[in-house]
């Protein structure tokens, strides 16, 4: 059987990375798997939408559904506003496909140099699930009087108790398969009184149904210094769009470098496809060079082949990561070496070759 992968590579170290991503998933499934992989790459991107004034096709979206998911770089570039390149295609991705659960686990694999004192490979284990269609960035506000000094925006966080719940009860299920079977729900409801209010009384509800589980509230502050001070105390974090976004940029650092930090965007009624893609952005600041990580990339690729059912090439892939990392032969500028994006891609695919 053929499963089909649409790619959008995009701009910057997007398709840098994610060269490597078909790559090593690839040689993954070859070894692991008795699927196929059909790769469909589309070109969507800054350069297509200088050429043709939009981010993707009119009939894109519907393109996007006969794929049985999609493995994404990261979109923009400097000369064009994000609103534009993150906003047409990205994030509306996220809703129109309804990807609820954005999934960002952080690891601290052996040979990654921790910027935290005496902390153990393993010993920062810990996923977050980030709601990924409302919250904060949900699309709903506006400007008035532009350009004068009584200028005003409003800016509307939206949170519905189904959206709540959904998300919540991805986490417990999620933790419950999980040995140490902890949820830690991220809040500030002492000053978001509505939407974080509603937030927390969602969460009592829905922790009653896992009695399974350890679970309790911490506002985010409070959060933002114990990811710092004690990462190894959490494991499955769930979280606001905001919140959830700026906790695993930190739980990224905490682990080593944005390059090793991957990402999933799960639909999970299976109704849309689900977005892979790492956490980090087109990097302009590198880009063109070769020597961006491809790590982010690769463990997303890894993601998306355990969703897709194949999970012995999925953990296959992390285990060359794994062990990738721990030899240490082979690291780009970002872990404090000098080698290549491709250096680092032929290291992988040589240990899934075994
Ligand atoms: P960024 O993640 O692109 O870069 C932040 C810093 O991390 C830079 O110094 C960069 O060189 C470094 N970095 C990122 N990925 C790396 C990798 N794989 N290996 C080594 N170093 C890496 O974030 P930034 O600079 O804020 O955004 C750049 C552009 O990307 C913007 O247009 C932004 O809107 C867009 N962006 C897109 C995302 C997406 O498509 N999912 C996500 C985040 C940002
Ligand atoms: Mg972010």
Known sequence: SSLRIAVIAGDGIGPEVIEQAIRAAEAAVQRYSPAR?????LPWSTAYYK?????????GWDLLREHDAILFGAVGDPSVPDRITVHE?????????????NLRPAYLFAGVPCPLVG???????????????EGEYAPVGGRLY????????????????RGCERIMRAAFEAARRRPRKKVTSITKSNALIWGMGLWDAVFEDVRRDYPDVQSHSLLVDAAAMDLV?????????VASNLFGDILTDLSAAVTGSIGLASSANINPTREYPSM????????????????????????????MLDHLGLSAAAEAIRQAVAAVLAEGKVRTPDLGGSHTTTDMGN??????QG
């Not at 992989?37 to 790459?41: A, F, H, M, V």
């Not at 001070?229 to 974090?237: A, G, L, M, W």
């Not at 600041?285 to 463990?299: C, E, S, T, V």
């Open 37 to 41: 992989l059909e790769w469909n790459r």
């Open 276 to 303: 892979f893609e790492p956490v980090h952005g087109s990097a302009p600041d590198i880009a063109g060079r070769g020597i961006a990580n491809p790590l982010a990339a690769i463990l997303s690729a890894g993601l």
């Open 51 to 59: 050429k043709h004034g939009h981010m993707l096709p009119p009939d």
């Open 89 to 101: 295609l990205l994030l509306p991705m996220r809703r129109r496909f309804d990807q609820y659960v």
């Open 347 to 352: 290291a992988v695919v040589a240990a899934l």
């Open 229 to 237: 001070r004690k990462p190894e105390t959490f494991d499955v974090i």
């Open 146 to 161: 532009p350009e004068t000094p009584a200028e005003v925006a409003v800016q509307t966080a939206l949170f519905t108790r």
């Open 119 to 133: 902390k153990k490979p393993g010993e920062i284990d810990l996923l977050v699930f980030r709601e990924n269609t």
